[in-house]
T-cell receptor, first 114, second 108 residues
Framework: EAGVAQSPRYKIIEKRQSVAFWCNPI?????LYWYQQILGQGPKLLIQ????????DSQLPKDRFSAERLKGVDSTLKIQPAKLEDSAVYLC????????????FGSGTQLSVL | TQLLEQSPQFLSIQEGENLTVYCNSS?????LQWYRQEPGEGPVLLVT?????EVKKLKRLTFQFGDARKDSSLHITAAQPGDTGLYLC????????FGQGTELSVKP
């Protein structure tokens, strides 16, 4: 069974530039999550989709971050404009049901904002 | 605001030693998950505990959920270099809240 795919693996940008991350969840998984993991910290939920609807985006900095999940499958997360404090690993996860019973994480995208 | 605090943050031990990692909160969680994360990879779920007082074993790893469902512990017996990694606890209480992690290094 293929796991959660994320790209790119690494990205280096200047502050105020824009960047986009892509995630392809495990086939058939209804729920998709984007987490931000700053070095030395645990993952923090940015947004949760169930199929193509948003369940929770309360911690998404909406003035600069946006996310979409078209057709309830792939998802993209965008940052525009990026700030230095956005440097982190962005993890995508998916789960088969609507709850948190078992999350499968991708390898993440490591973003460095200079 | 729900918070999970893990201790210790860093742990460096020799192969064969035992260790315990703690995960504490003032909030009650419906379940508690433990993950292991290796460098450059995403977290991988090890176990989920649901009932207060529950104990689960996974080979040399023993997980316990506190009676009040506010805390949990992970005990590793006879640690091996392959156990090296970041151990994360995560509590479910409406959303999944992660602790800051415990970085474990097991030296041969």
């Amino acid at each position: 069974e293929a796991g959660v795919a994320q790209s790119p693996r690494y990205k280096i940008i200047e502050k105020r530039q824009s960047v986009a991350f892509w995630c392809n969840p495990i086939s058939g998984h209804a729920t998709l999550y984007w987490y931000q993991q700053i070095l030395g910290q645990g993952p923090k939920l940015l947004i949760q989709f169930q199929n193509n609807g948003v369940v929770d985006d309360s911690q998404l900095p909406k003035d600069r971050f946006s996310a979409e999940r078209l057709k309830g499958v792939d998802s993209t997360l965008k940052i525009q404009p990026a700030k230095l404090e956005d440097s982190a690993v962005y993890l995508c996860a998916s789960s088969p049901g609507s709850g948190y019973e078992k999350l499968f994480f991708g390898s993440g995208t490591q973003l460095s904002v200079l | 605001t729900q918070l999970l605090e893990q201790s210790p943050q860093f742990l460096s031990i020799q192969e064969g030693e035992n260790l315990t990692v703690y995960c504490n909160s003032s909030s009650v969680f419906s379940s508690l998950q433990w993950y292991r994360q290796e460098p450059g990879e995403g977290p991988v779920l090890l176990v989920t505990v649901v009932t207060g007082g529950e104990v689960k074993k996974l080979k040399r790893l023993t997980f316990q959920f506190g009676d009040a469902r506010k805390d949990s512990s992970l005990h590793i017996t006879a640690a091996q270099p392959g156990d090296t990694g970041l151990y994360l606890c995560a509590g479910e209480g409406g959303k999944l809240i992660f602790g800051q992690g415990t970085e474990l290094s097991v030296k041969p």
